[in-house]
C-alpha cells in the first residue's frame, strides 16, 4: 500500500501565501505523477496542478502557485502565494506509479483546510 501524508494547511488572509507538502510512504517501486486538487463545499474536485513529465495548472492559479517535487523523499510541494478567497477549499494529494510486485496505484490523502479570509 502507499499513503500520502498532507501537512501546511491553514487559515490565511487574501494575498497572503501557504505551502503544503505531501509526503508518499510505502512500498513504492517508482512514482511517475504527484499531484494537487482540490474541493471546495457543494463543488466537484479539481485538478490544481500536478508535475510528472511534465507540469500542469489550473487557469486559476497560473502565475500565482508553484509545485515542485523532490524525488529522493517522494513529496510534492504547492507554494500558494496571493491567495484570493476563491482559492479556499480542501486540498487533496494524489500521486500514481508502481508500487512493490509492480502494480500501479494511484492513492489520495486525507486532504487538508486552506481557508482565505478577505
Known amino acids: 500500500q502507499v499513503q500520502l501524508a498532507e501537512s501546511g494547511g491553514g487559515l490565511v488572509q487574501a494575498g497572503g501565501s501557504l505551502r503544503l507538502s505531501c509526503a508518499a510512504s510505502?512500498?513504492?517501486?517508482?512514482?511517475?505523477?504527484m499531484g494537487w486538487y482540490r474541493q471546495a463545499p457543494g463543488k466537484q474536485r479539481e485538478l490544481v496542478a500536478t508535475?510528472?513529465?511534465?507540469?500542469r495548472y489550473a487557469d486559476s492559479v497560473k502565475g500565482r502557485f508553484t509545485i515542485s517535487r523532490d524525488n529522493v523523499k517522494n513529496t510534492v510541494y504547492l507554494q500558494m502565494n496571493s491567495l484570493k478567497p476563491e482559492d479556499t477549499a480542501v486540498y487533496f494529494c494524489?500521486?500514481?506509479?508502481?508500487?512493490?510486485?509492480?502494480?500501479?496505484?494511484?492513492?489520495w490523502g486525507q486532504g487538508t483546510q486552506v481557508t482565505v479570509s478577505s
Open positions: 494524489n500521486a500514481g506509479g508502481v508500487r512493490t510486485g509492480f502494480i500501479r496505484f494511484d492513492s
Open positions: 510505502g512500498s513504492i517501486i517508482s512514482i511517475n505523477v
Open positions: 508535475v510528472g513529465v511534465t507540469t
